[in-house]
C-alpha cells in the first residue's frame, strides 16, 4: 500500500479534509448501474470519500500524478460491477481520487457518498 492515510497530508490538507474548507462534492444513485462521478472544474482531486448510506459499493480511481492505492483492478478504472468494494454508512476512504462510481449493492436504497476536495 502506498498511501499513508491521514498522516501523508501535510498540516494545511489535513486541516482542510476535516473542516471541509475546499467543500465537497455528492455522488448518488439509485440503481446497480454505476453512476461515474468525475472533478468539477478548478479541483485537483479528491482527498476522502464519505459513505452517507448502507448498502454501497464504489470504485475510485487515484489520481495518476499523486500515487497511492487504486480502488479498481490494476489500476484500470472500469464500470464492471465485480470490480467494486462495498462499504457502510460511516465509512471514509481517504486518499487522492480524481474518479468515483457508485452504486447500491441491495435494489430499493440509494447509494450516496461524500467527496472531499483536497486540492
Same mark, same amino acid.
Given at each position: ?25 455528492? $455522488?448518488?444513485?439509485? =440503481? ?10 478548478? &479541483? !485537483? #482531486?479528491?482527498?476522502?470519500? +464519505? ?24 489500476? $484500470?478504472?472500469?464500470? =464492471? ?10 465509512? &471514509? !476512504? #481517504?486518499?487522492?481520487?480524481? +474518479? ?20
Amino acid at each position: 500500500m502506498n498511501h499513508k492515510g491521514l498522516r501523508q497530508y501535510t498540516g494545511d490538507e489535513a486541516s482542510n479534509l476535516s473542516m471541509n474548507s475546499l467543500g465537497w462534492d455528492m $455522488a448518488s444513485v439509485n =440503481g446497480t448501474t454505476a453512476a461515474e462521478t468525475t472533478l468539477p472544474a478548478g &479541483v !485537483i #482531486y479528491w482527498s476522502a470519500i +464519505k459513505i452517507l448510506s448502507d448498502n454501497v459499493e464504489l470504485q475510485a480511481r487515484c489520481h495518476p500524478d499523486f500515487g497511492g492505492d487504486d480502488f479498481a483492478i490494476s489500476g $484500470a478504472y472500469s464500470h =464492471g460491477v465485480d470490480r467494486r468494494i462495498k462499504c457502510t454508512h460511516g465509512d &471514509v !476512504i #481517504y486518499g487522492c481520487f480524481d +474518479k468515483v462510481s457508485v452504486a447500491e449493492i441491495a435494489s430499493g436504497t440509494d447509494a450516496t457518498v461524500q467527496l472531499i476536495r483536497g486540492k
